[in-house]
């Protein structure tokens, strides 16, 4: 996995902006219309101009970026290379470019009769991928209208947290029509991982925060973006693992549900200590809960209650896992309950410095706690604290000489989740009390 995120740390402080307002959500299907393909935005004065335009409200060099920095523009491509050759041999798929499993998440795959003149599925996930079919909306948006009318028409409502998540994870989790199994990561698939705010920055961001965005759009922090982040992400396994669909291979549950390094790790690197966010004995195959972890440290800070009846539904869907299938996703569909009650709270709730300091320690003392045993969750948890201090960075709660013990620290923890193979618990560890000692006093 590209540990790109090393690079966060430095380059994407400066990312995303700290008012909000209302929220909007009007979840549009990405393929309803017909897409006009990627040529069609990328004109030199329209998203195609090399530099940034002063004058107007978009940087119109979003094509640009995207071709030159965004991964989405490589996605068909890498179906290509000799990794994907590899794993389509071993699924036994004639080639990996035509096949529709990989396609629907590598490319805009949209029905043949949604595909305009100068559709090209080898611009892999092109700008209609994520928003919307422009058939419509193209109109009115070269005509200058508001976000609102564009939106109207059709353009997918990007800017709103829990619509983005709801996209983003379709490609970076999956979702009922698209998913990567552990058959197909058997065959060579890398490992999925995803943090809404930390990836909307690395994506490269081909959009800034600014005043008349503000005027615009509805905004919204990262800490807010990363709450509704974490808790949408866990609706959205959730319901993956109770879709029977889904959930089962043979005699066995799907294995992606699972903490992949539970199993996969040499066994001379004996790291098993106990936790008291899962309750399980030694040599148990668990549940990946590492957004669960992040998303009591958010709701028991919001309402304590809350944070605790998550912990408690999470204590007793770990205890369901070894019971059977039937309890876990009994389990599992009271605990969805609680996660989309958390979802309404942050959306409605304003993040203010106290509550991102808050926050930030919260993240800490829970890895310090142990829960931070398992990979998926140190990597969850290094996300959320590059989030956080991007959020206190960009509200001005900070000086730079409160910063650059942070980003140190934040370094140290990018180190210890380099490889995910290679995790220590005792280094991560460490690598969090520097980061406590580096929190500044607001
Ligand atoms: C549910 C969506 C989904 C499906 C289905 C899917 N992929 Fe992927 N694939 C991704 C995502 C997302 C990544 C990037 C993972 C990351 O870096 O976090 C990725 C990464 C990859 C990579 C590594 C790319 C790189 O830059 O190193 C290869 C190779 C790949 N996929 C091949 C395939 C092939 C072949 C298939 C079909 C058998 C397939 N994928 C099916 C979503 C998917
Ligand atoms: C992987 C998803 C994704 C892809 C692919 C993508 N975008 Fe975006 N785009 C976003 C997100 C997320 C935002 C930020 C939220 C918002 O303002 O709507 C955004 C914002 C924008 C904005 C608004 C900036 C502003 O200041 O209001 C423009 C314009 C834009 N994208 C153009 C493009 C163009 C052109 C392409 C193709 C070359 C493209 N995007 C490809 C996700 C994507
Ligand atoms: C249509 C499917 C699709 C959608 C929707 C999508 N992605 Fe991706 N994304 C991919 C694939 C496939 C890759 C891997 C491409 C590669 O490695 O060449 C990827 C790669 C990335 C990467 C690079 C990861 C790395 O390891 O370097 C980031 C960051 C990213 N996506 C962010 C986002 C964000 C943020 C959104 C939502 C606004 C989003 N993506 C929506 C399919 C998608
Ligand atoms: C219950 C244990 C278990 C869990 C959990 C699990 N795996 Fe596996 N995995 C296996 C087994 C067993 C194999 C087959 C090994 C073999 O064929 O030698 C395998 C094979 C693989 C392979 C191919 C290895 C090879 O030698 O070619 C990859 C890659 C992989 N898993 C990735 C993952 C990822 C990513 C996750 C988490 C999302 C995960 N696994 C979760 C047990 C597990």
Redesign the pocket.
Known sequence: MAWALFALAWSALGGLGATESAAQNTAVGISDDIHLGVASCAGSTCHGSIEPWKKSNVLQNEYITWQREDKHAKAYDVLLNDRSKRIARNLGLPDAHTAQVCLDCHADNVPMDKRGTTFQIGDGVGCEACHGGSVRWIGVHLAGKDHATNVAAGMYPTADPEARATLCLSCHFGDKKRFVT?RI????????SFELDTFTALQPAHFTIDEDYTRRKAVYNGVKTWAIGQAMAIGRTIDLMTDPARGRDGI?PE??F???H???HPMSNLRWQPRRGTGLKPGI?RL?DSNLVMLRVIARHLDEDVGDTLFQETLALHAASLEGIEATVKAAKALRKTVGKTIGMFKSYSFGPADIQALLSGVVAEGLSGEYADYAAAEQATMALASIVDAMKNGGMIDKDQLAPMIAALDSCYKAVEKDEAYKPTVFAKALRQFKDAIPKL
């Open positions: 552990h990561m058997g065959a060579g698939h890398p490992r999925m066995f294995l992606v699972f903490d992949c539970a199993c996969h195959v990946n």
